[in-house]
């Protein structure tokens, strides 16, 4: 069982900066592939980015790539998403996934999730 705690969401103006943690609980964090995902009211959930259990692979979203990045701890048993040049589309609320064998875009692939936490961008 793994318990996942996201915090560093808020409030941020367009062009800025906001950087996402996950806490996972446990100590079998380094067995897995771990991933962001966001939903906005209405909307689908959508992949933001992932990064395999040793942090050499990394792959993104579209909408994200070159501008955010994620990176990991094992030490920390801790995930980031440092979130650059934010526009007010990427108002959403952010999740963390955990999955043996997660490394993908797909939202069935990972097997525990946290509550989530909110990043509104204004205008």
């Known amino acids: 069982q793994v318990q996942l705690v996201e915090s560093g969401g808020g409030l941020v103006q367009a062009g800025g900066s906001l950087r996402l943690s996950c806490a996972a609980s446990?100590?079998?964090?380094?067995?897995?592939?771990m991933a962001w995902f966001r939903q906005a009211p209405g909307k689908e959930r959508e992949f933001v980015a992932t990064?395999?259990?040793?942090?050499?692979?990394?792959y993104y979203g579209d909408p994200v790539k070159g501008r955010f990045t994620i990176s990991r701890d094992n030490a920390k048993n801790t995930v980031y998403l440092q979130m650059n040049s934010l526009k007010p589309e990427d108002t959403a609320a952010y999740y963390c996934?955990?999955?043996?064998?997660?490394?993908?875009?797909?939202?069935?692939?990972?097997?525990?999730w946290g509550q989530g936490t909110q990043v509104t961008v204004s205008s």
């Open positions: 996934a955990a999955g043996r064998f997660g490394g993908s875009s797909i939202p069935d692939s990972y097997d525990y």
């Open positions: 446990g100590r079998t964090f380094s067995s897995y592939d």
């Open positions: 990064i395999d259990r040793r942090g050499s692979s990394l």
